[in-house]
């Protein structure tokens, strides 16, 4: 039982379920763009959404143990192996990245690690001048997924591809700042700027404004058609983040339920929408 329990936080909390939830933005891509599967890259999208995160976990442990978090908890029962993990998982990731990859991808793929290690050493600080920078610099930065993805396949970067850049970045930006709701506390100590600090009474209708429009590259892009008609599926991805909005606005809200699961949830459906929309549209 005790296994279990380890196994399944470490699912959770370890940073897999989102990781795994990267290689499906990389999967969605492949399959809207009408590119051949590959597998291996959705592996290196996996090593190294793991190796930033185990680091930014890491760094903040001690800081987000004020809020007496289960993620904490749970990380602390190994977090003197965590640096080396995290390095596993950064040699994994370059180490496949240039062995399957092109000079493009290993460049670009190299960029993207960078990016996502110095919000972690640095955004924290911009975070205390700059309303809103940690959602935008955490989605900007998921948002670049399909370029990544575009880059590892030798495809053209078009305007296709541009529109389905500006769906992830909005619809990131529905995430994060939802996420931010849990982190409240403690952001306020660091004198974070988040959005659900600055805009406190406002958020909700600022999150169900987010969500709405996160679906206007889909469907200027259906409407030049740039995008095919059956990507006009995703757009049931708006009642999904509606109820876990309306949810998150509860004091006594299941953190794991919710924002590990749920938020960090959605991004399993996209390529299952998508093949569903394929077979029937």
Known sequence: ?????????????????????????????????????????????YLGTQCIYNYNHYR?????????SERVEHLKKYDSHIPTITAIYGVLYLSLLVYFGENQSIFFGGFLLILGLLFTYRGKNISKRIVGFKSVYTAFSWALLPIFTAIYVSYQINETLILFFLFVFLRWMVNTVTFDIKDTKNDKKEKLLTFPIVYKTKLPILLHMLNLLSFMPLMIGIYLDLIPSYVFVLLLLFFYSFYYIEKAKSENVDVQSIYYLIVDGEYYYWPILLLVGLIII
Do not use: C, P, Q
């Open 1 to 45: 039982m005790e296994l279990s329990k380890f196994s399944w936080n470490e699912f959770i909390y370890g940073g897999h379920w989102l990781s795994i939830g990267a290689s499906a933005i990389a999967l969605s891509t492949m399959i809207l763009l009408g590119f051949t599967i590959r597998w291996e890259f959705l592996l290196i999208v």
């Open 60 to 68: 903040e442990i001690d800081k987000d143990s004020l809020n007496g």
